[in-house]
């Protein structure tokens, strides 16, 4: 058992792709699967609980593995009640249970051919890893109800839950949920996302939405803690900051991303402004871009390219083929030619650049389109800001 453990453990990032895909597919809380910041955390939780498994295996092979009380995995946990969610979801855990025992029963296998002792070890090992799930469940679920306790006292857990209501579109009076909320839903709302990709830089979400209610223009806002890594914040505003307004605020904030929705008018536009911010939030995760300022108004067509991957890179492939590789400085020249509505002046004027250079990058990249820029606009520019954002590291 020592033996397999030390093989695997070196492999765990691969092994922690295969149990969080699986896990993914057989949870009953898709909210978890379309909220990047939870299911960064989600992930987080399979790699430490299988590394505290095999590390307690070589150390002590089949003796009981005591649960895992990692500080990363219990706000996780935390921000799970914070949802209305908890841990206790069953078809994740036992999906991760599976793909983690098929790679041990493989590893044990390849270690020996002698039956007696294959049988003997594959005996203990799945006694411990279905007692180690069990035990940790058991763990998480009284951590969790300790938690749901102490946030049921709290005047968080109310405002969260009428936010959450409103999102859905639950009937709630305004009434109601205006005093709940200690927000007034009349007028216009621009919705924010702040988020970090890592708990150690927590300390700078409050700062970034400070930045982000300025930049509105705005002296006030609702802020509702969404997990430990992320705010969710509503701006009573009708205008959503340029990216470039932002970016230097936020640049001395190292890690805080922020994810804008399109201003929304009242009960409706609250619940709008709120999706259009997690869907903005959503593409850069399956882009992986790290960009720190997006605009759902900005990437609005990407968003529909990019909700199914693979027909996102057949659309770029098949509408810019060999240009799909062109260099920063030709991509920029057509994506500025379309937008100065195709006049070589104008481009070559703001990209500070004499005519004759734009109009030979111009011949060049319909060289490489499969049909010229005039004649397929639209997919061109469309497929580039594709590759911007996905290229944007």
């Given at each position: 058992?020592?033996?397999?453990?030390?093989?695997?453990?070196?492999?765990?990032?691969?092994?922690?792709?295969?149990?969080?895909?699986?896990?993914?597919?057989?949870?009953?809380?898709?909210?978890?699967?379309?909220?990047?910041?939870?299911?960064?955390?989600?992930?987080?939780?399979?790699?430490?609980?299988?590394?505290?498994?095999?590390?307690?295996?070589?150390?002590?092979?089949?003796?009981?593995?005591?649960?895992?009380?990692?500080?990363?995995?219990?706000?996780?946990?935390?921000?799970?009640?914070?949802?209305?969610?908890?841990?206790?979801?069953?078809?994740?855990?036992?999906?991760?249970?599976?793909?983690?025992?098929?790679?041990?029963?493989?590893?044990?296998?390849?270690?020996?051919?002698?039956?007696?002792?294959?049988?003997?070890?594959?005996?203990?090992?799945?006694?411990?890893?279905?007692?180690?799930?069990?035990?940790?469940?058991?763990?998480?679920?009284?951590?969790?109800?300790?938690?749901?306790?102490?946030?049921?006292?709290?005047?968080?857990?109310?405002?969260?839950?009428?936010?959450?209501?409103?999102?859905?579109?639950?009937?709630?009076?305004?009434?109601?949920?205006?005093?709940?909320?200690?927000?007034?839903?009349?007028?216009?709302?621009?919705?924010?996302?702040?988020w970090v990709d890592s708990t150690e830089r927590s300390e700078v979400l409050e700062a970034a939405a400070?930045?982000?209610?300025?930049?509105?223009?705005?002296?006030?806002?609702?802020?509702?803690?969404?997990?430990?890594?992320?705010?969710?914040?509503?701006?009573?505003?009708?205008?959503?900051?340029?990216?470039?307004?932002?970016?230097?605020?936020?640049?001395?904030?190292?890690?805080?991303?922020?994810?804008?929705?399109?201003?929304?008018?009242?009960?409706?536009?609250?619940?709008?402004?709120?999706?259009?911010?997690?869907?903005?939030?959503?593409?850069?995760?399956?882009?992986?871009?790290?960009?720190?300022?997006?605009?759902?108004?900005?990437?609005?067509?990407?968003?529909?390219?990019?909700?199914?991957?693979?027909?996102?890179?057949?659309?770029?492939?098949?509408?810019?083929?060999?240009?799909?590789?062109?260099?920063?400085?030709?991509?920029?020249?057509?994506?500025?030619?379309?937008?100065?509505?195709?006049?070589?002046?104008?481009?070559?004027?703001?990209?500070?650049?004499?005519?004759?250079?734009?109009?030979?990058?111009?011949?060049?990249?319909?060289?490489?389109?499969?049909?010229p820029l005039v004649d397929n606009a639209t997919s061109v520019v469309a497929a580039l800001m594709y590759?911007?954002?996905?290229?944007?590291?």
């Amino acid at each position: 058992m020592r033996g397999v453990a030390e093989r695997i453990l070196p492999t765990t990032e691969e092994l922690v792709d295969e149990v969080f895909s699986a896990s993914q597919l057989r949870t009953q809380y898709q909210f978890v699967v379309e909220d990047p910041v939870l299911a960064a955390g989600d992930r987080r939780m399979h790699k430490t609980y299988l590394i505290h498994w095999l590390t307690a295996t070589i150390q002590n092979p089949g003796r009981r593995v005591p649960p895992c009380e990692d500080p990363e995995t219990l706000n996780f946990a935390r921000d799970l009640v914070r949802r209305g969610l908890d841990t206790s979801d069953l078809g994740s855990w036992r999906a991760g249970q599976r793909i983690s025992w098929k790679r041990w029963t493989d590893e044990c296998f390849a270690a020996t051919s002698d039956h007696e002792l294959l049988r003997e070890t594959l005996k203990v090992s799945g006694y411990s890893i279905i007692t180690f799930v069990d035990d940790s469940m058991a763990a998480l679920a009284e951590y969790v109800e300790a938690e749901r306790t102490d946030l049921a006292r709290s005047a968080h857990a109310e405002r969260h839950a009428t936010a959450q209501l409103l999102i859905e579109g639950a009937p709630i009076s305004r009434a109601r949920a205006e005093a709940r909320l200690g927000y007034a839903l009349t007028g216009t709302h621009v919705a924010a996302i702040v988020w970090v990709d890592s708990t150690e830089r927590s300390e700078v979400l409050e700062a970034a939405a400070e930045h982000v209610m300025r930049a509105c223009g705005a002296s006030r806002r609702l802020t509702l803690v969404a997990s430990t890594n992320a705010l969710w914040l509503w701006i009573p505003t009708d205008q959503v900051p340029p990216t470039s307004m932002l970016q230097p605020k936020l640049k001395a904030l190292s890690g805080v991303r922020v994810a804008l929705g399109r201003p929304g008018r009242d009960i409706e536009g609250f619940r709008r402004t709120h999706l259009d911010a997690a869907t903005a939030q959503r593409v850069l995760a399956r882009l992986g871009s790290a960009r720190q300022v997006v605009r759902y108004e900005d990437i609005q067509l990407i968003a529909a390219l990019s909700a199914d991957m693979a027909q996102g890179e057949q659309f770029v492939t098949d509408t810019l083929g060999e240009f799909a590789t062109a260099d920063t400085v030709l991509r920029e020249t057509a994506l500025t030619y379309v937008q100065e509505r195709f006049n070589a002046t104008s481009t070559a004027e703001r990209l500070f650049t004499h005519r004759n250079t734009i109009e030979r990058r111009l011949a060049r990249v319909d060289r490489l389109l499969p049909k010229p820029l005039v004649d397929n606009a639209t997919s061109v520019v469309a497929a580039l800001m594709y590759l911007q954002l996905r290229d944007d590291r």
